[in-house]
């Protein structure tokens, strides 16, 4: 205050201090948690975002500006004290502190991790011991001192007395990795260690085998994308029984993730090393197999190169070869086979170089790569996220830098490193894929509702002792007839289902149009469903049709049932996660009352939201947001085509064409999403 803030016109408003009358009594304790609880607050206002890494969240700064002290020590984080530890706080304190006063707050060291830019400047006033501690750091990344374990969101710096670099942490280990994320959280690696690269190839070979047995049986093609390295010689094995024989190579579509732009002859073109090593000993069609252009690539002409393969996918996209994956703006491939370099790069995507921030291309390239040749194509990162799966081999050779940046991706997050960037569409659930079902009629899709749902019922009934359903309106509620029949009707433990509604009229509760009373009156009321199970909108509010407050109290309620823990949240932590949405879809492919051309449907920072001009009457109602639907662990959606034309066509939009522009479109799961058509519904598929 004396020496910066009070001379510059930063309000006093946005100024956070610790608490004055806690400080003041030295109550360190206290001081830590109103000053969490401060943060917490501003995250509700919005001021601050949050960051996610595993099941904890922290706040995420823009930047943060640090010193470090001569023993290694940053914030009140100090060499040998508990606190550096600490995860499962925001704030945390110490009461005896190395360096005077004792008595200190700090933020907690994922939180200082979770700011998008720290700095870290240190002047050394002439004392050893600081670049001493230094050169720890930057030499043998003494994770002993805490400002070892500095890291950001973004590439950080560290400025010291004449030196600006790169703070790259890292912890050497041995051996061989193979590793692939998923798209549950981006910062969730599954990995599994081998001893040796024989071993890594055995696996390598079964895991790209199964997929291919999978998708090859689910759509008639399997599309995986290779990159160079050594990544071809540890493919050797689906080579050998009993793979080669079994694989249906014939229904393969190759790609290359980058590629170095030169003659298909030259020793250096990933081309000529799968084509050699590999592609030429299986029989994958020539033309399945999709290389850059060979002209282009003699003359080493990058960009077009680039251009041409861009413009080959959007191609393949048209041709129904690739699907594009569910936000509409990226091909799908099936899986990706990646390698990463010592530096921590991927594809073509190095560390401080601009093709990892490019977002409205497929494919770019770079003619400045630190690793020779210097002209490449690349796919970009949001295209390498899009794949279903991505499996990501490392063999070290014995080198030192590849392992130091393995640590520093799964210890770390180094995001200053292209690979801690790796995710991917799928969960071995397969998330983001449509299945569906097609069925004769109404009564035999009724009978398949029933099955699907008593199934979950006793799935989740078993597992965790309760059952949370979320119901919709139309003619829902009639095609869960079948559940009131033998055997479900005796066997399902409806005393343990929790039952809410994915959208819900602003009406009375006795109204013709009420979603509670079309379920009450044709199914709840006929099983054994305690009533303080059953969560309707609010009766007074609904009554007087004040859709907003009706909203509010909606998520109100859930939020207490989260607390109750009755609700799980899902695992990025901001909406809550029920077992089973039972969907359906209007002709103009709207889902619960997300309509479109709606602002509904852009809504992220709610669970519940409210429209007052529905297209479809009633006019007033409240509706769970497009995030909350999709963090359901499973999804059912619902339709009978009841002869009219347009749902037809609004089907065959949504999945032939994925448009966005139809709320149903979006919908997805975090296990799986499950369609269940009748036969005129599906016509135009």
């Keep these: 205050m004396d020496g910066f803030l009070s001379k510059v016109g930063i309000p006093n408003e946005n100024i956070y201090a610790i608490d004055k009358h806690y400080a003041a009594d030295d109550d360190a304790e206290n001081c830590a948690m109103l000053y969490e609880e401060c943060l917490k607050k501003l995250v509700k206002q919005n001021i601050l975002p949050l960051c996610t890494y595993g099941k904890y969240q922290y706040p995420q700064f823009d ?85 070892a374990n500095l890291t950001s969101q973004s590439p950080f710096l560290s400025l010291f007395s004449h030196l600006v670099a790169l703070f790259i942490a890292g912890c050497v280990f041995g051996g061989s990795l193979f590793c692939h994320a998923t798209m549950t959280e981006a910062t969730h690696r599954k990995w599994h260690k081998f001893p040796s690269k024989d071993e890594l190839s055995v696996a390598m070979a079964k895991y790209t085998a199964h997929l291919s047995e999978k998708f090859c049986k689910e759509k008639g093609l399997f599309t995986v994308v290779l990159s160079g390295g050594g990544l071809i010689d540890w493919l050797c094995k689906l080579l050998e029984p009993p793979y080669k024989d079994s694989i249906e190579w014939s229904k393969w579509h190759v790609f290359w993730v980058d590629e170095r732009v030169c003659a298909y002859e030259d020793p250096d073109s990933n081309y000529k090393l799968a084509m050699d090593g590999f592609l030429s000993k299986v029989g994958i069609p020539n033309e399945n197999i999709y290389a850059i252009d060979k002209h282009y690539a003699a003359d080493g002409n ?143 899709l009724s009978v398949a509702l029933a099955k699907y749902t008593a199934h979950l019922s006793a799935k989740f009934c078993k597992e965790k002792g309760i059952f949370t359903v979320v119901l919709s309106g139309c003619g829902l509620i009639d095609w869960l007839g079948k559940l009131l029949e033998s055997p479900y009707k005796e066997s ?123 297209p479809k009457p009633p006019p007033r109602r409240i509706t769970l947001t497009l995030p909350v639907i999709n963090s359901s662990l499973y999804n059912l959606m619902a339709v009978c085509d009841d002869h009219t034309d347009q749902c037809a066509r609004s089907i065959a939009d949504i999945f032939k064409n994925n448009n966005l522009a139809l709320p149903a479109a979006h919908l997805t799961a975090q296990v799986e999403q499950m369609w269940y058509l009748d036969k005129a519904a599906a016509s135009l598929l």
């Design 63 to 147: 930047l943060q500006l640090l010193g470090m002290g001569p023993d290694g020590h940053m914030a009140s984080l100090f060499p040998g004290h508990p606190q550096i530890h600490v995860i499962d706080k925001w704030v945390t304190y110490i009461t005896d502190s190395p360096k005077p006063p004792p008595k200190r707050i700090t933020f907690t060291l994922p939180v200082i991790n979770s700011a998008l830019y720290n700095l870290m400047a240190v002047c050394d006033d002439h004392t050893e011991q600081c670049p001493r501690s230094i050169a720890e750091i930057f030499k043998h990344n003494n994770l002993a001192l805490p400002a």
């Design 302 to 444: 990058a960009e077009h190169c680039a251009a041409l393969y861009e413009e080959c996918l959007r191609n393949l996209v048209k041709q129904n070869i690739l699907p594009l994956c569910p936000n509409g703006k990226y091909p799908q491939f099936d899986l990706q086979l990646l390698g990463m370099g010592p530096d921590g790069h991927m594809a073509s995507l190095f560390p401080g170089h601009p093709q990892i921030n490019v977002k409205d291309k497929w494919v770019t390239h770079i003619t400045d790569s630190p690793k020779l040749p210097p002209r490449r194509i690349t796919f970009t990162l949001p295209v390498i996220n899009s794949a279903s799966y991505n499996l990501m081999a490392v063999c070290d050779d014995h080198t030192e830098q590849c392992p130091r940046s393995i640590a520093d991706i799964f210890k770390h997050n180094n995001r200053a490193l292209p690979a801690a960037h790796l995710t991917a569409r799928a969960t071995m659930a397969e998330t983001t894929q449509r299945k569906r079902e097609v069925f004769a009629n109404k009564n035999e």
């Design 492 to 614: 399902v433990e409806w005393s343990k289902w929790h039952v809410f509604w994915v959208d819900e009229r602003v009406c009375s509760h006795e109204d013709q149009n009420s979603n509670y009373k079309l379920a009450m009156d044709g199914f709840i009321s006929k099983v054994g469903i305690p009533k303080e199970n059953i969560y309707a909108i609010d009766k007074q509010c609904a009554a007087d049709g004040d859709a907003e407050r009706c909203a509010t109290l909606y998520e109100e309620c859930l939020r207490n049932l989260v607390k109750e823990k009755i609700l799980p949240l899902c695992p990025n932590g901001q909406y809550p996660q029920f077992d089973l949405q039972l969907q359906g879809m209007g002709p103009d492919g709207h889902m619960a009352s997300l309509f479109p051309e709606r602002p509904q449907i852009k809504v992220t920072d709610k669970w519940v939201t409210h429209i007052t001009d529905s």
